[in-house]
T-cell receptor
């Protein structure tokens, strides 16, 4: 079946460090890929998305590129801030599907 | 425009008690979803609805019932709560075109069953 695998956290970084959170997927077909962010005490918010191979999603300094050859959608940011501390979820959706399939989430802690 | 709201925010139940969680959205979305979030497991879909008067099972429907009597509301019921249902519950909604494909989430309900 379709699934999403994320690196386990927590990931602890100092402010202004470079961030990578790995995400790989298994899917029968070509899904759309998403990163959601959950700040403490809140629901999930869409951070960025990509709908086809080689697309790059970007938002708030975060980027992720849809890599079909490696079935990956790694999240990157060049310089993290304390305010980026949150849980990040990778997810996929097959075309015309009602359903998002989530990874287990990666907690990011950024220290001043 | 409040988006997706959930009531209540917190609840503690004893085993065997019942309760209903309310989700409301003001975006005229067709699709609504109930998820549960457990540590290390991401979000798992409990039930969903593709329109007023419709409901369907997701990945983990056992022990839950839902109703969508009005387009803007989606209710999640626990008839006889069990400790395994201790979790954080999220409601989400989405439209059917354009940016509507994005799922919008509520702030969550933290439920503890003792």
């Amino acid at each position: 079946g379709n699934s999403v695998t994320q690196m386990e956290g927590p990931v602890t970084l100092s402010e202004e460090a470079f961030l990578t959170i790995n995400c790989t997927y298994t899917a029968t077909g070509y899904p759309s890929l998403f990163w959601y962010v959950q700040y403490p005490g809140e629901g999930l918010q869409l951070l960025l998305k990509a709908t086809k191979a080689d697309d790059k999603g970007s938002n708030k300094g975060f980027e992720a590129t849809y890599r079909k050859e490696t079935t990956s959608f790694h999240l990157e940011k060049g310089s993290v801030q304390v305010s980026d501390s949150a849980v990040y979820f990778c997810a996929l959706r097959m075309d015309s599907s009602y359903k998002l399939i989530f990874g287990s989430g990666t907690r990011l802690l950024v220290r001043p | 425009n409040a988006g997706v709201t959930q009531t209540p925010k917190f609840r503690v139940l004893k085993t065997g008690q019942s309760m209903t969680l309310l989700c409301a959205q003001d975006m005229n979305h067709e699709y609504m979803y109930w998820y549960r979030q457990d540590p290390g497991m991401g979000l798992r879909l409990i039930h969903y609805s593709v329109g007023e008067g419709t409901t369907a099972k997701g990945e983990v429907p056992d022990g839950y019932n839902v109703s969508r009597l009005k387009k803007q509301n989606f209710l999640l019921g626990l008839e006889s709560a069990a400790p395994s249902q201790t979790s954080v519950y999220f409601c989400a909604s989405r439209g059917t075109s354009g940016r509507g494909y994005e799922q919008y989430f509520g702030p969550g309900t933290r439920l503890t069953v003792t």
